[in-house]
């Protein structure tokens, strides 16, 4: 996204960004961050999946990053990617990679997934996206070749000119271009339809010694706008296995236009404009881009950007160090009665100039119908970037029923120079925000802002901690935020803070702060010092970071901070020492790396500062959570619930569960006395389940009142009492609740009721 922006001081953008107001962007402060040499995450359970893929005649070769010690893989084929796990897989018990298939059809687009379960198990869960390929005899190009001799059709004859094999492949609508490694600067090069580029081979041009990692199959910049251009529908080509690199000097890595493409194992780098950048200006129908395992990066203004009705997949990429945005989804376009979708899985946006992901929501033009979004983001890092790390902003307000199913998962934002994730919620939709780690943010941990539709948002399982701002905050607006399970830990503002609505929190442990709740309800909540042994392993100390040269830090207070302590800055996982304290000003043993004062120091009583969230053996949060009478609480924090875990990743095995989805009339618009509450679960609710003790209704001294409880399908009804409903009253669903198919709920929740 282009913009304009006036230029203030991080201490304003902070005092602007902490004081409420709807969404939008200021102006970022620091340029792009080199970025880490590591992945975006280590191959394990949770980040397995296809990471390149080459057809041949007959053949196919498949990299893989696999799951680690306890799991085992399989590999699923088919004719179809929705019905490829339906299948019988192809190979078993995967342990290495890459995989080679031989025995194909040619001229049949075969596609594979990959699927894994833990072992001793017999359930396989797909993992990664599943990937086309088109088997047929390869056109040959090597930048060595004999340009006299060339036809493509062997090594010997390869075509020296890459743009001569892609025209071939296109008049046969579509084949396999294989490069030899080499260099590449006579583009732009465009991609017809069915159209699989692939590089990474050395001379013998074998499946089996293809190399994707080294990146030495390069397009490179030449007097061109773009390098790869692919225009005017062409469908279901794949790039696969290329180093783009323009130089600084061309505009675009990538550019397509009204087609479907699916990128894989590329590293596009240093163009002038964006890395990759995708359009439509043909409404219907809606255009695929899948982006899996590439490196988009050190690019002038967005890593990648799209723009229309595009179902974007992102999986195990790396989107960092760009000049504007990591990703830009500007206008995901959900058509007049149908759906759009953004996933992203395993992704890592990292040290970009704006926001790592910002994704803007958007009807259709002249909708009749309304329409649909689907966004997930799960497993994937937004960290270090210059605005949000995250920000999901709906700007389809003004177009009635169109509505957002909005979940990001197991996903970490750190170090962010505003909020870690935001939710500008402006429009109808559901929102699950579940086992986030958000930390050492500018701003708020996580923000959710609002203007014109009344809803809720529940958070849970999540780890809120060395924000500047407070761990969670709902803005200005009328979205009701609702957190259990989370563990709040060293904001320096606060915990949760509402501005509009009531909040409220359940289940919850607070540790090190000023505050647990601001405008917001609480039942069951463990508020405790920072140097108390809840978890087994946490900060036991905070401190605002002003300034800092070298190894020397100024904090706004030494307390908590001792010689000897172990000390992390920014929640990067670098283990420092204090070796001297001076006034206000902390000595470590070397200079913390990329840290950008005002920041975040959390201090350890271990030399192991990885935290360890469970709790402690003789921790007062244990068996600390609301209950119905005669049942075991559960633990507080985010291990507690049945959908706890580690904040900051999700395995693809973990359970299903029943999630709210929406409440009728929501919470912030009230109830009359006489109106009935309507909650809307994610799936059918079992009625043997739905006990007055599971779903109370409380008034503020504890007493139950009685409300009738109806379930139909999805939706659980409470009917007020005779008397009507009378203020100030809360609604508690606990564990117990569970849904048709044995799913429990996936954490209870504490709802406030307005009553008009």
């Not at 890593?303 to 790396?318: E, H, N, T």
């Not at 009935?676 to 799936?683: E, G, K, P, Q």
Request: glycine share 12%.
């Amino acid at each position: 996204m282009m913009r304009s922006l006036p230029t203030l001081s991080l201490f304003v953008l902070i005092a602007t960004a902490c004081s409420g107001g709807g969404g939008g962007s200021s102006t970022p402060t620091t340029g792009p961050i080199r970025p880490p040499t590591t992945p975006p995450v280590a191959p394990s359970a949770q980040q397995s999946g296809i990471r390149a893929a080459a057809a041949g005649s007959g053949e196919v070769r498949l990299d893989i990053a696999l799951p680690g010690t306890g799991f085992e893989a399989a590999l699923f084929q088919g004719t179809s990617p929705t019905s490829i796990y339906g299948t019988t897989p192809v190979v078993t018990g995967i342990l290495t990679s890459p995989v080679l298939l031989t025995g194909l059809t040619d001229g049949i687009d075969t596609f594979f997934g990959l699927a894994i379960r833990a072992t001793g198990t017999t359930a396989w869960t797909p993992v990664g996206t599943v990937v086309r390929t088109r088997p047929a005899a390869p056109i040959y190009v090597d930048a060595t070749a004999n340009p006299n001799t060339a036809n493509g059709t062997s090594p010997a004859t390869a075509f020296p000119n890459l743009q001569d094999a892609l025209l071939v492949a296109g008049s046969l609508n579509g084949g396999n271009v294989w490069v030899r490694d080499g260099e590449y600067a006579n583009g732009p090069y465009s991609l017809g339809a069915n159209v699989h580029l692939a590089g990474g081979f050395d001379g013998t041009f074998a499946l089996a010694t293809r190399d994707v990692a080294a990146g030495a199959t390069q397009l490179v910049g030449s007097a061109t706008l773009q390098i790869v251009e692919v225009i005017g529908g062409g469908s279901d080509g794949t790039i696969d296995g290329l180093l783009i690199d323009g130089r600084n000097t061309v505009t675009e890595g990538i550019d397509i236009t009204d087609s479907d493409v699916e990128l894989r194992a590329l590293i596009v780098r240093r163009c002038t404009d964006r890395g990759v950048r995708a359009k439509v200006t043909v409404p219907t129908p809606n255009r695929h881009l899948q982006v899996v395992a590439c490196t988009i990066t050190e690019n002038g203004s967005d890593g990648l950007s799209s723009a229309g009705p595009i179902d974007l997949r992102f999986d195990l990429s790396q989107f960092d160090a760009n000049g504007q945005e990591g990703a830009d989804i500007d206008n995901l376009e959900a058509p007049s009665g149908g759906e759009v979708s953004l996933v992203a899985t395993g992704c890592r946006f990292f040290g970009n100039v704006f926001e790592g992901l910002d994704a803007d929501l958007a009807a259709a033009p002249l909708a009749t119908t309304p329409g649909t979004f689907h966004v997930l983001l799960e497993n994937c890092a937004f960290e270090q970037n210059g605005l949000d790390g995250l920000l999901l902003d709906q700007e389809h307000e003004f177009a009635p029923g169109f509505a957002a199913t909005i979940a990001v998962r197991g996903c970490i934002a750190r170090a962010n120079r505003l909020a870690g994730v935001h939710i500008d919620a402006d429009a109808e939709g559901t929102y699950r925000l579940e086992r986030l780690r958000c930390t050492a943010n500018a701003t708020d941990g996580v923000l959710v802002t609002s203007e014109t539709n009344a809803g809720e948002v529940v958070l849970t399982a999540s780890w809120l901690a060395g924000n500047l701002g407070y761990g969670a905050r709902a803005g200005t607006g009328n979205k009701t935020l609702l957190a259990s399970h989370c563990g709040f830990a060293g904001n320096q503002l606060g915990g949760l803070r509402s501005e509009n609505v009531t909040a409220s929190a359940v289940d919850c442990i607070a540790l090190g702060q000023a505050s647990l709740l601001t405008s917001a309800i609480g039942a069951a909540n463990v508020v405790a010092a920072a140097t108390e042994d809840v978890f087994v392993r946490a900060p036991r100390a905070f401190a605002l970071a002003s300034a800092h040269s070298q190894g020397s830090v100024t904090v706004a207070s030494v307390t908590g901070f001792a010689l000897g302590n172990n000390v992390v800055a920014a929640d990067d996982g670098r283990r420092l020492v204090v070796n001297q304290i001076t006034g206000s000003t902390l000595v470590l043993d070397r200079a913390p790396q990329a840290f950008t004062a005002p920041g975040s120091l959390a201090a350890y009583a271990t030399s192991n500062v990885t935290d360890d969230l469970r709790l402690a053996t003789a921790s007062p949060a244990i068996a600390a959570g609301i209950t119905p009478p005669g049942t075991t609480a559960p633990d507080c924090g985010p291990f507690g619930p049945s959908a706890g875990g580690a904040p900051g990743h999700i395995e693809p095995t973990a359970i299903t569960t029943l999630q709210l989805l929406s409440i009728e009339p929501p919470l912030a618009t009230g109830l009359t006395p006489t109106t009935a509450l309507v909650l809307t679960f994610d799936r059918d609710i079992d009625p043997a389940s739905a006990l007055p003790d599971r779903i109370q209704v409380l008034r503020n001294n504890g007493i139950t009142i009685a409300a009738g409880i109806q379930v139909s399908g999805r939706t659980l009804t409470l009917a007020p009492p005779a008397t009507g409903w009378t203020a100030p009253l809360r609604l508690q669903l606990h564990a117990g609740l569970a849904a048709q198919d044995g799913s429990p709920l996936g954490a209870p929740l504490l709802l406030p009721l307005r009553i008009l």
